[in-house]
């Protein structure tokens, strides 16, 4: 039986007498606190902002045919020399395998998958801007630009124009920025493009797009998929690539792996995909935790210390409430109770402090050529950060104020009587 | 008469820095109503007995019973309560907690009893500052009182738990013969009014000369 009340009014009357160190102890607590929410919500909101980078634009499943040699050449085919060992040299993939066949049904296929979000074709091909004596390489891709704006958020990343200028343009393009740049073109200018098998088609400029990948920027540009399928004269079924986003982003390895054995097709996954991607992400963690941690330990260190002094200078008073009937176990909830006092009232400081501190960086402008849809430093407020850093709080002031305590739990009143 | 404390064969031996045999089969009782002084050159190991008794030090060999029940032997816990409940303990120095009120130092040991509401707690120490005079005090911190007052103070705490029993170790050691006066007669009237067993160790010669018996020891063990 425990008689809290008189166990907590001592300790608050022990920390109000000892304001000062009181006050220390919690402030420790505070920084540590503090410091932990407002680099944990800094560096996730700048992960979450790298990874958005790349990820958000990236779909999760990518499936193309790739431009490879046939496993069966047509010689193991012929039945006359099925007993002898053939030899065929200087195998060359044909060029045709580019077409993924029967495109159309197969994303159908995929749409009625209740894990799909939505599966959009694709059709990529190599071309050449040509403006006035200018001839630069490129990549033209036919997307369905609404689509794209819905699942891959497509619109982030145009500076001026919009995708459903795309959409509603004939003959219209969305030119890479760098591509603008070199060429110095304006949105409403003309660019001429050039496909590898030959021809001159005109298109009218509807956008710029900026990825904010400079290289990428610098060869990439969109266009209509019906656009660039009269460009390149072929028919309507022509799709090069299926880009599938999902609900859920741990589906995408095991659907990949289907896809890829159900059709014959290559199918790259997100995780595959970016691999250096995740590993940047677990780093960064790593030390953020790293340094929160230490600033707690840092805390805990200071409660620890505050609370051995207390105890030392509070040795009579234990031998008093000892002799006139606390048990040991009172003395040391007295002591445990200010232990976890302090972390409360310097946990919630922290919190808060955290919290302003965090508000405040998100309003910091951060503009910045690479990501063009960033304004301000990204900061990522989870509430889970909150549950965590309290949780931390009073975890690290338990343990500091248990050894303390547990020493004063043991204090024999009589030696201390003795030595007055 | 019936007898509130009983010791029988209490040896004890402090082991460091050499062994060495304090207590020496220390046999006697105090009875109910009684007031009893202990006596004896200084480091005969009066202190040491009154330890003992008052269930602080554990570490001895013998029998101790508290209203007939053994107490030896007990749980740390167990000796907690007896000690909040069944003995008041009265030191040389005036110990109380410096930061709290003088009418909360007294109140201490009884919220930590739980017997009582708050409102009885404190009615009832209210009741042991006046009969000991000291209620005009009640407000103040423990700190900022006399010597001589803190004496009372600490008596009052010893007695708000209506104990079996009041052990006191030099309780008029530091004061003056008039305050020493004033405790003798406040122990002495609680013994006669209330029936109060009291021990209490004195150098003081004219104290235990008024007391009802008087304990003599000299080299650990009890002469008469
Ligand atoms: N912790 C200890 N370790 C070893 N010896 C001790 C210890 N405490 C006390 N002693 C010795 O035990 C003996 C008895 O001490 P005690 O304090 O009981 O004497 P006392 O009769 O109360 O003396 P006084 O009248 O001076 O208070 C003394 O000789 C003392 O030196
Ligand atoms: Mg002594």
Partial sequence: MTNWNVILNIAKTHLLTKIKQTATASLGVTFGIGSYITLVCFMTGLNAMLDNLILNQTPHIHIYNEIEPSKKQPISLYDNVGESFNVVHSIKPKISQKKI????????????????????????????????????????????????????????????????????????????????????LKVGDRVQVSPINGGVFPLKIVGFYQSGIADLDAIQSFTNIKTIQRILGKANNYITDINVKLYDIEQAFPLSKKIEQQFKLTAIDIKTANAQFETGTTIRNLITYAVSITLLIVAGFGIYNILNMLIYEKMNDIAILKATGFSGKDVQLIFMSQAMIIGFVGGVLGLLIGFGLTSLIDTIPFKTEALPTVETYPINLNPMFFVIGFSFAMLSTFLAGYLPSKKAKKIDPVRIIRGQ | MSIVLEAKHINKYFKKPVLFHVLKDINFQVKKGEFASIMGKSGCGKSTLLYILSTMD??????????????????????????????GFVFQFHYLLSEFSVLENVMLPAKKLAEKSHEEIEHDAFEKLKMLNIAHLAKKRASRVSGGEKQRIAIARALI?????????????????????????????????QRLSLLIVTHDEDFANKTDRIIQMADGKIIS
């Fill in chain 1, 101 to 184: 066949h029967n495109a159309l049904p197969i994303i159908d296929h995929l749409e009625k998958n209740k894990d799909v979000r939505g599966a959009l074709p694709q059709v990529k091909t190599q071309i050449f801007y040509i403006a006035g004596s200018i001839e630069l390489g490129g990549n033209l891709t036919g997307i369905n630009p609404i689509d794209e704006a819905r699942l891959f958020n497509m619109g982030d990343y145009i500076v001026e124009g919009s995708t459903e200028a795309l959409q509603n343009t004939d003959n219209g393009i969305l030119l890479g920025i760098g591509i603008a740049k070199k060429m110095s």
């Fill in chain 2, 58 to 87: 554990t570490d001895y060999e013998g029998e101790l019973l508290l209203n007939n029940k053994l107490i030896t032997n007990q749980s740390r816990d167990h000796f907690s309560y007896i000690r909040n409940k069944h003995i």
């Fill in chain 2, 161 to 193: 738990n209506n104990p079996s029993i009041i052990m006191g170790d030099e309780p008029t050691g530091n004061l003056d013969s008039h305050n020493a006066e004033n405790v003798f007669n406040i122990f002495k009237k609680l013994s006669d009014e």
